[in-house]
């Protein structure tokens, strides 16, 4: 055994236990004994500092894969604020007008745009212009064409397009997933997704159909939408859908406060999910196989998620979402990591072609078929 062998089994002491390596495994700690990451860090800068932008940059504070080295905004005052707090160099700050200059700064890889979902698209074509990856914020676009233009900048530049589906990483929504894809739950018959909150603020970008692209769907019945694919593991083939509206000067022409939509899936599954900005408390996905079920209450939330299924309580650990969704995006970019549940441009389209066919079903009071 070498010597350095034995200074770091005996450095790792009571402590931690180490595996025997060899010489080009070893790891390296720092002054507390812990392992010290030495792989590829995917260097982020955020687009748009309001509060997802914020609850983003606190998770990544925890983040080994990934870090925050940049910001864009349109608010001089945040900008200062995060660049003491999270020690960002003023090279590294940019506003709306500029950041396309980003592309002639060798220390960002990647732009997070956490902005109100109508500027997704132009805001990504020009990060792909900059040569730089897209992370992009959900809904990616507001409609299956708009997100096909941003596939298609992507691909032109060469660069990945991520979408912030934090929930496929999810240790619980994971264990239900292997669960079904292992058989134990039988096959699958019926999902329900209740999705939805009471919005607050009449005057919010939420509500401004320019901003937001349309209403609850767009905003929380989308995790209805992708959780229902995700859960049953197939894509739908027919949507049916139905409005209801409470509040005409609240919710305003194009804005939905409640859809009720139905999904038909190949294999004969069926799904009835409910989205809503009329309604506390609906976060709760069901998942029905003739063997068995798993039940996430909540399901969607920042969690802890919570769930059970026939076999009993799920007792994956909570780690925040953002967190894991962030080392993993750093895996996915920098070192081709490909993921249990697509977190791509490719996944995040077919929410919106469905979404489409939600709104168009609604509008005509008929079943829309799905080619995904
Ligand atoms: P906020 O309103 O809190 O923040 C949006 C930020 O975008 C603003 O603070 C502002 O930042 C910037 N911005 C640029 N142009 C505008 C404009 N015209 N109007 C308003 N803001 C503008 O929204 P959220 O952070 O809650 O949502 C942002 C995105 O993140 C949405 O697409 C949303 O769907 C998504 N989201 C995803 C979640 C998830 O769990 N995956 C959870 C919550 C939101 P600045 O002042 O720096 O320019």
Same mark, same amino acid.
């Given at each position: ?46 687009? /748009? ?8 940059? @606190? ?69 792909? %212009? ?6 992009? @914020? ?48 039988? +096959? ?32 929380? /019945? ?27 000067? +609240? ?12 999904? /038909? ?45 026939? %076999? ?22 920098? #070192? ?10 490719? #996944?995040?389209? %077919? ?14 009071? %008929? ?6």
């Amino acid at each position: 055994m070498d010597s350095r062998r034995i200074f770091f089994q005996k450095l790792a002491g009571p402590f931690i236990a180490i595996p025997l390596l060899s010489r080009k495994e070893l790891p390296l700690f720092n002054d507390k004994n812990k392992v010290v990451y030495q792989g590829p860090v995917l260097r982020v800068a955020i687009m /748009g500092l309001g509060s997802y932008g914020t609850r983003v940059a @606190e998770a990544m504070q925890s983040c080994t894969k990934a870090k925050l080295v940049g910001i864009i905004s349109g608010t001089p005052s945040k900008i200062t604020a995060w660049q003491s707090k999270y020690n960002i160099p003023e090279k590294n700050c940019y506003n709306y007008e500029n950041f396309d200059a980003i592309k002639d700064n060798p220390d960002i890889d990647a732009v997070y745009i956490i902005t109100p979902n109508a500027l997704h698209k132009n805001q990504a074509i020009r990060v792909a %212009k900059a040569g730089k990856h897209v992370i992009s @914020e959900k809904p990616m676009a507001l409609n299956a064409h708009e997100g096909q233009e941003m596939i298609d900048a992507c691909k032109k530049a060469n660069v990945k397009l991520l979408v912030g589906y934090r929930m496929h990483f999810e240790a619980k929504t994971l264990e239900v997933i292997r669960m079904r894809q292992a058989g134990e739950l039988g +096959k699958i018959v019926f999902f329900q997704g209740l999705c939805g909150f009471k919005i607050g603020d009449p005057t919010q970008w939420r509500l401004n159909k320019q901003l937001a692209g349309g209403g609850s769907i767009m905003d929380i /019945g989308i995790y209805a939408i992708n959780g229902a694919r995700y859960m049953v593991g197939e894509d739908p083939v027919w949507v049916t859908a139905q409005e209801t509206k409470t509040d005409t000067i +609240k919710f305003k022409e194009g804005v939905d406060e409640t859809i009720q939509f139905q999904f /038909g899936f190949p294999s004969g599954a069926i799904a009835s999910c409910l989205s809503s900005y009329g309604m506390n408390g609906l976060d709760r996905f069901y998942l029905n196989g003739n063997k068995g079920f798993a039940e996430l209450l909540p399901s969607t939330g920042y969690g802890p998620i919570k769930g059970k299924t026939n %076999k009993g309580e799920l007792t994956q650990a909570h780690v925040t979402h953002q967190t894991v969704q962030m080392e993993e995006f750093s895996a996915i970019i920098l #070192e081709g990591k490909k993921p249990i549940v697509p977190v791509d441009g490719e #996944e995040a389209l %077919k929410d919106l072609k469905i979404i489409d066919a939600i709104y168009a079903s609604v509008k005509n009071n %008929k079943k829309v078929n799905l080619y995904l």
